[in-house]
């Protein structure tokens, strides 16, 4: 690894005078020993536990999970195309209570594109006609004047234009303005703290659009965006050479590696950056199969922009199972929070499962995706926010003026 190091100082040094953002290659057996982390994963698919961002971060890197990828796909087909509104089976399926949110149907779309699909047909048409009512939702949610805010976050409306990109699917200009708005304003920022995860990938999004050419009328004002973007990550990095964080650090490179910019900075900053990656990696820092996910790609020189054109034939190393014990990956336990509003007109009670260690905000915007609890704040889930855990009893909260209890068992 002392040897890596040193080989990748001499390519840094030719790197930074240069105005691109590259990535020397990796070790192969490093980057087994991260895909390998992700297999355990692909062992489990249930609902709760299938995300397509896994399948995506192998896809799109240098290695395979050869007949569990393909299973993986499989079940990601299922469980997303039976659970979509409109499907026979979402109507009768008991399962199905919980319809995919948009940030979950964007990733899949990601996922049919990295296996080179495109969303046809009757299934890919609803498909693609959710994500489009979810985002027009989004932009209603927004307002005209933009002084609203998303149901989600600017980081789903980004990735949610992505997924429709990639699919050759245009996007109105109002909803691309909207996004160019948030970004000319600020508006990714959180409580005075830059979202360098949120600004890659609206930036991602932007750079999708204008390698397809779409959304002429606004072509100058997607570039702008983009450099716009690129300057306010580079200023995010730490001593260390993170952008942001470690963990936030793969999304930005993948969009830095999209988009070439004038003077040395770019380079020299991606330099750091990988090598602060490989020296965390050494530490164990990514045991979290997301993150292994938005990593890979990053190591095979490859973004979510390349799925566009996906190379689907390119030669990828088999993985086999660890020889090795390898650190746990952390696999969130699902548990139910029972979410009570003690409103005079209409009280609340609803059971709703969530992963461990959800916020209270994740636990509304669930109940609000399961319908039947409609928050007309975020600000205030945002502000009352905490870590729902394995307590023991009730823990009151208050939400828009209302009492709100929470107990998790």
């Known amino acids: 690894m002392r040897h890596l190091g040193a080989f990748l100082f001499l390519l840094g040094v030719l790197g930074a005078l240069t105005d691109i953002c590259e990535i020397p290659e990796v070790d192969i057996q490093l980057v087994e020993k991260l895909g390998q982390r992700l297999l355990p994963w692909m062992d489990r698919l249930s609902r709760e536990h299938l995300n397509p961002s896994v399948y995506v971060g192998l896809?799109?890197?240098?290695?395979?999970?050869?007949?569990?990828?393909?299973?993986?796909?499989?079940?990601?087909?299922?469980?997303?195309?039976?659970?979509?509104p409109g499907s026979a089976f979402s109507e009768n399926d008991g399962d199905c209570q919980a319809k995919p949110s948009m940030g979950r149907l964007s990733l899949y779309l990601l996922a049919l594109r990295a296996n080179c699909e495109f969303a046809r047909g009757r299934k890919g048409d609803r498909l693609i006609s959710q994500l489009k009512r979810f985002l027009e939702d989004e932009n209603r949610a927004i307002g005209h004047n933009h002084k609203g805010h998303p149901h989600t976050s600017y980081y789903q409306y980004g990735l949610g234009i992505l997924a429709l990109c990639v699919h050759r699917k245009r996007v109105h200009d109002n909803l691309v303005g909207k996004l160019l708005y948030a970004v000319e304003h600020d508006h990714p920022l959180h409580q005075s703290h830059f979202s360098v995860d949120t600004a890659a990938m609206a930036g991602l999004a932007f750079a999708c659009l204008k390698r397809s050419n779409f959304n002429p009328?606004?072509?100058?004002?997607?570039?702008?965006?983009?450099?716009?973007?690129?300057?306010?990550?580079?200023?995010?990095?730490?001593?260390?050479?993170?952008?942001?964080?470690?963990?936030?650090?793969?999304?930005?490179?993948?969009?830095?590696?999209?988009?070439?910019?004038?003077?040395?900075?770019?380079?020299?900053?991606?330099?750091q950056a990988k090598v602060a990656l490989l020296a965390s990696l050494q530490d164990g820092a990514f045991q979290n199969a997301l993150m292994i996910s938005q990593l890979l790609p990053v190591l095979n020189h490859k973004t979510y922009v390349d799925l566009i054109s996906p190379d689907c034939l390119a030669p990828r190393a088999m993985?086999?199972?660890?020889?090795?014990?390898?650190?746990?990956?952390?696999?969130?336990?699902t548990?139910?929070?029972?979410?009570?509003?003690?409103?005079?007109?209409?009280?609340?009670?609803?059971?709703i499962p969530v992963l461990a260690g959800s916020s209270l905000e994740d636990v509304l915007k669930k109940a609000h995706e399961l319908g039947g609890f409609t928050p007309s704040s975020r600000g205030s889930s945002d502000h009352a926010a905490s870590s729902c855990g394995r307590e023991k009893g009730p823990g009151p909260r208050s939400f828009k003026g209302l009492p709100v209890a929470v107990a998790s068992r």
């Open 59 to 84: 896809r799109l890197s240098s290695v395979q999970g050869g007949t569990k990828e393909k299973l993986y796909l499989r079940s990601l087909k299922l469980d997303y195309q039976q659970c979509l």
């Open 217 to 271: 009328d606004q072509r100058q004002r997607i570039t702008m965006a983009i450099r716009t973007v690129q300057e306010k990550i580079l200023k995010a990095q730490t001593p260390e050479g993170y952008f942001g964080n470690v963990y936030s650090t793969p999304l930005a490179l993948q969009l830095l590696m999209t988009s070439p910019t004038s003077g040395a900075k770019l380079g020299t900053a991606c330099l």
């Open 335 to 351: 548990i139910s929070v029972t979410l009570q509003v003690l409103s005079l007109l209409r009280p609340y009670r609803q059971a």
């Open 319 to 333: 993985l086999e199972p660890a020889t090795t014990t390898l650190p746990q990956i952390q696999v969130p336990e």
